[in-house]
């Protein structure tokens, strides 16, 4: 099933990539919240997104992680613990189920569910620090429709999901223009 979604989603040409950019709109609590996220290899990462007409930045230079929230304060917060071990999610430029075994990870198939009224396989990623998320991986397209964690926010455990939608093929690589996120 890894093999058949990398070969969708055109991950040879992603790995040869030395940095990326997406413009995106996160659908959030009923607002569509934009967002750009830049990566550059080996993990760096900068994520800025609008919101309520503040804009949120969070970035990882490769040693350091730190995030400005205006609602929570005008200065940068370091990022530490948690916060700073989902940064480092993020500046992954190839995803987390690429070379999973070579990150600490274990994958496990857990078989066919329904997503949407579509088949999807799930698939059960537990990294090394024993964090479970689950992928959901359309049975047609290959492509991940959905993802499933559960994730430390202000000291909450808070089950997250991430839809991907309408998939674009850029220069060889399908990536979903569309995300929403339910917490």
Do not use: C
């Amino acid at each position: 099933v890894l093999n058949k979604h990398f070969k969708a989603v055109g991950q040879e040409k992603l790995v040869a990539k030395k940095s990326f950019q997406i413009d995106a709109k996160i659908n959030q609590m009923g607002m569509d919240l934009p967002m750009t996220l830049k990566m550059k290899k080996p993990n760096k990462f900068r994520m800025e997104m609008e919101m309520q007409g503040q804009k949120m930045i969070q970035a990882y230079d490769g040693e350091k992680g730190w995030m400005i929230a205006p609602w929570m304060s005008p200065d940068p917060q370091e990022l530490a613990g948690e916060q700073l071990k989902q940064a480092l999610d993020q500046a992954n430029l190839e995803g987390e189920l690429y070379k999973f075994e070579e990150k600490g990870s274990t994958a496990e198939l857990i078989g066919k569910v329904n997503v949407d009224g579509k088949d999807a396989y799930r698939i059960k990623l537990t990294s090394n620090d024993e964090n479970v998320k689950n992928y959901y991986i359309d049975a047609d397209t290959y492509l991940i429709v959905k993802v499933k964690a559960k994730i430390d926010a202000m000291g909450q455990s808070v089950e997250v999901e991430q839809k991907m939608l309408e998939y674009h093929d850029i220069d060889g690589m399908k990536i979903p223009k569309k995300m929403e996120s339910t917490s």
